[in-house]
Structures are given as structure tokens and as C-alpha cells.
């Protein structure tokens, strides 16, 4: 099943900003709050970033926006993992709770506030994400371990 994805105008000037400083078709932008999460193919990832950060770094005084890019993928465990590339996850299990499906992760409380962001935003993004991709709730929790 493919998907299609509408952008108003201010997407569309998005992606074309992004592609015309990356060289590079992102598969999504999403706008929360004041964060642009772009979801890309994996294998473009460093050409996203550029050398020593420097397109991030121009996408993010071009938009005035923070930018968070994260690799696309199709399959949940997957997504979660690089969508959170940068944190310790203890456990991800998925359930069906009363026909709902549920994924309950758990990561290193020393990473907690990457996984959370700078005002919860990241685990906001995380949640909208799976809702809208996967139609699955997160429940998140963090856990000290040895």
C-alpha cells in the first residue's frame, strides 16, 4: 500500500529549501512545534548532514527552526531505533492491547533527556510519528541499570 502525503505551500517551500542545501529528496518534513523532523533515506544521511554539521547548520539559520533528521524506514523497531540513534534502548516490545497496537520501550535513564528533548519535543515528535505512520501508542519509560 502506498502512501500519499499532501504539504500546504510552506512544506512544499520546505522541501524545496532542504533539497536545494542537501542535494537530497526528503521523504517527509514534519513541523512540531518549533523543530522540523525529516524523515530521509538511509544511505543519504551524511549527505543530509554535510561535512562537520555543516548542512544542518545552514538549514537550521535558513528555516530559524531546529532540524532533527532521522532515517526512513517501513518497519516500527526499526523507525524507533533511528529515530532515537542516539540512545541507549534497554527493551521495545509491541502488543496488541484490547485491538490497539502498543509499543512499550524502555530506555537508560543516562539517556533520558536525549530521548525526551529539549522540552519533551523528541518523545512529542515520537509519539505524533508512530500514531500517523504506524497507528501505534508509545508508552516510554526509563530504567537505571548497572
Known amino acids: 500500500m502506498k502512501t500519499v502525503v499532501e504539504y500546504d505551500e510552506k512544506h512544499l517551500q520546505y522541501l524545496n529549501i532542504f533539497e536545494g542545501i542537501t542535494g537530497v529528496v526528503p521523504i517527509s518534513i514534519e513541523e512540531i512545534d518549533d523543530t522540523l523532523f525529516v524523515s530521509v533515506p538511509f544511505f543519504k544521511i551524511k549527505q543530509v548532514i554535510g561535512e562537520k554539521g555543516k548542512n544542518i547548520e545552514r538549514l537550521t539559520k535558513r528555516f530559524g527552526k531546529k ?49 525526551l528533548g529539549v522540552n ?3 518523545l512529542k515528535a515520537l509519539k505524533h510519528l508512530l500514531k500517523k505512520n504506524f497507528n501505534t501508542e508509545l508508552v516510554f519509560r526509563t530504567k537505571v541499570i548497572g
Not at 74 to 101: A, C, P, Y
Request: glycine fraction near 2%; hydrophobic fraction near 40%.
Open 67 to 115: 532540524i532533527y533528521v532521522y532515517s526512513h524506514t517501513t518497519k516500527l523497531r526499526e523507525f524507533v531505533r533511528n529515530f532515537l540513534n542516539n540512545v541507549k534502548i534497554i527493551s521495545m516490545d509491541v502488543e496488541d492491547v484490547m485491538g490497539e497496537k502498543v509499543i512499550y520501550l524502555i530506555v537508560d535513564e543516562r539517556y533520558k533527556k536525549k530521548a
Open 120 to 122: 519533551k519535543i523528541r
